[in-house]
Each structure stands twice: as C-alpha cells, then as structure tokens.
C-alpha cells in the first residue's frame, strides 16, 4: 500500500473503481440474460487479461529484471537491494500498540453466508512510514519512506474483530526485518540515499525477502503455465467458432447428425451417448472420472515400474491429474451450463487435458525445483510469523 510520511494513503482513482463495477455488472448481466456470450468471450478475455496484467509498473516484475546491489556499491538509478531495516524513529501501531518503523492498517467487512462461512472484504486502509537505514554486509543506506509502497497488497495474517461484522489487521515494517527494497539511488546531501524517483509511475517499495524468494521460484511456473494456457485458449477460441457446417466438413457429429454416425466406431459411440445425455455427463467425467483413472494408472505404476521411473512418471502423473482435473471439470461445469454443444464440450476438455499433460511432462524440472523450496522451508521452520 502506498504510504507518504505524513501517512496519507494514495486512492486508487476513481475512474477504475467506476471501470470495474462497469465490468462487474455487464458480467452479471451477461451470465443471467445471454450465459453462451459469456461463454463465447470466456477464452479471449481471458487472453487479454492476461496481457494487460503484464503490463505497467510492478514490484515483482521489476525485481525479475534488476540485480540485487550492494549498499556500498550502489549505482545511481533505479536499485535492488536486500537487508536488514535500521530503525531511526519508531511508530505504535494502530492495532496491537506495537513499536515499529511503518505500518499498513487494513478494515475489512464480512458477510456471513447460510452455512456460517465469512467472506471478507477491504472497506478501508491506511499506511504511514518513517524515514529509516537499511543494513547488509557491506554498509548502510539511508531510506526517504515518503511514497513508498509498503508490502503490496498482501494481506495480514491475523485479524482482531472490530464488531460483529468488522475486523482489523496490520502489516508491520519493523528493526531487524529481512526486506527486499526497490528504489531511486540519488545523491542527498552529500549522502547516498534511495528515494522515490522523479517518475511517480516508477516502482518504490518494500517486500518481505522471502515473499521474493517464493516469486522468483514460481515466476518461471507461471510464465510456462501461461504459455500453454494461451496455446489452448486460442485454440479453444476455435473451437468455440466451429458451426454444423464446419463439423460436416470435418466428419464430426453433430446435434443433428450424431444418430447416423454412432455407428462409426467407439469415439462417434461415445460422442452419440453424450449427445443423448445432453452433455451432462462431460463435468463428472472432466473432474472425477478423470482423477479416478489418474489414480488408479499411479498405483499400477507403483507396483509395476522400477523405483525411478516410477517416481518420474509419478510426479506426471500427479502433476496432471491435479491440474487436468481442477481446470477442466471447472470449464466443462460452465460449458454445460451454458448449454455448449456436446461435442464442443468435449473438444475444449481434450485440449485442456492435452495442455496440461505437455505442462506436467515438460515443466518438471521447474515444479521440483518449486517442490524443493518450499519443502526446505517447512522443514527449517521457515513460515514464522516474522516470515507471515
């Protein structure tokens, strides 16, 4: 959250507040009045959303493509360093009455489901900083705090009720906290300090280290996962495209032609059956039949293959049952919902078993590396609340 010295909070404009309840609103409106238009836009927008989150200013996206500096050798401009905060004036926090350099002050309101479940919403916030040095191995730096971005927008991990629908938490900067900080190097002075840039759109903040720790080790996941994800939602698109014309063309059944092709073949029995069934069976099938086999091919491999390859084939396995599963019983859920043809149904959840099986097959190596940092960190203890 965006602080100044003073502790007023920067807004969020209004313009995109506005923007986003227009969107929220013709999303509403389109799943209730016209469900296979949404359908229809569920894969481009999807693509776009994800373009336009990759672009503008972001402190991680920043962090990927700068090199962690050392204090005594700081570079004028745009910096990275890692260390440990020097305190030079303490605050009390709002909530706990705890000393600290900075704080992010967050109100939330819940609302009470008919089951007893909280959903938890920010209503209100509140940011201050004081000026403070940072440590490493190599020296100290001075940290003008006014405009600095404290934490993002993580979340605190514990919360004090205000009232019966009212909660609070904090996010405290305090002495000796490991942080990872991005800002201008500029001479003040005499001194060498890191600001805010010139540039108000110019990344200046602070993040937990070990949060970046976590992002650096997942971005590559991510990045692939999103390259695959383009590739099927595209083609996705395409299939979303396709009229009875294009399926006579290609000697696919149809919802009025499915009768005269069942006999085929098994795969046109299969599509038949579907068809007769309404689509209906293609969610179950896309979530628990498909875990149901995943699960059984894993114990057949566990008796059958020797140790290392049975491990290699298990981590596939699982890595695409778990993702194959999740994502394409949730899509096929919606096609169906939407009233999709059957057999769209079933293109777009082969193409999604597809992506996800090249996913699982050629990004092993990234998932264990992801596997093995955060197993050594639950085994060092590593999530304390210091950490959280």
Request: charged fraction near 20%.
């Amino acid at each position: 959250m965006k602080t100044t010295q003073a502790g007023v909070v920067v807004k969020k404009p209004k313009w995109k507040t506005a923007l986003g309840l227009v969107f929220l609103a013709g999303f509403i409106a389109l799943m209730v009045f016209a469900p296979n238009i949404l359908i229809a836009l569920f894969f481009p927008m999807l693509i776009l959303i994800g373009l336009l989150v990759s672009f503008g200013p972001n402190f991680y996206k920043t962090e990927q493509r700068l090199a962690t500096s050392q204090i005594r050798s700081l570079a004028m401009g745009l910096v990275e360093v890692r260390g440990k905060v020097i305190a030079d004036k303490t605050q009390l926090s709002p909530v706990n009455g705890k000393p600290c350099v900075g704080y992010v002050w967050i109100v939330e309101e819940g609302t009470q489901d008919k089951d007893g479940d909280w959903s938890w919403s920010r209503v209100s916030g509140e940011a201050r900083c004081n000026d403070f040095r940072l440590k490493d191995a190599s020296g100290e730096v001075a940290v003008i705090a006014e405009g600095i971005d404290l934490f993002g927008n993580k979340s605190p991990d514990e919360y004090a009720l205000l009232g019966s629908s009212r909660r609070q938490g904090e996010l405290l900067l305090v002495q000796d906290l490991d942080v990872m900080l991005i800002g201008d190097a500029c001479e003040r002075d005499g001194h060498t300090v890191i600001a805010q840039g010139k540039d108000p759109k110019a990344v200046f903040g602070v993040a937990l280290t070990v949060d970046v720790e976590n992002r650096r080790v997942l971005a590559p996941l991510w990045r692939a996962g999103g390259f695959y994800g383009a590739i099927v939602g595209l083609l996705g698109v395409g299939v979303m495209a396709l009229t009875p014309a294009h399926f006579a063309q290609l000697h696919l059944p149809g919802p009025d032609t499915y009768p005269q092709m069942a006999g085929q073949g098994p795969v046109y029995q299969l599509l038949a059956w579907l068809y007769r069934e309404g689509g209906f069976p293609i969610p179950f099938m896309a979530a628990f039949g498909f875990m149901l086999t995943i699960f059984m091919v894993l114990i057949w491999t566990r008796l059958l293959l020797p140790k290392g390859i049975r491990l290699a084939v298990g981590r596939v396995l699982g890595a695409w049952a778990g993702l194959g599963a999740v994502i394409g019983g949730v899509v096929a859920l919606l096609l169906f919902v939407a009233h999709v043809d059957a057999l769209k149904q079933f293109l777009i959840w082969m193409l999604i078993l597809l992506g996800t099986l090249a996913f699982s097959l050629f990004e092993q190596r990234k998932m264990g590396l992801a596997y093995q940092h955060f197993a050594k960190r639950v085994s060092k203890g590593s999530f304390s609340d210091e950490d959280a």
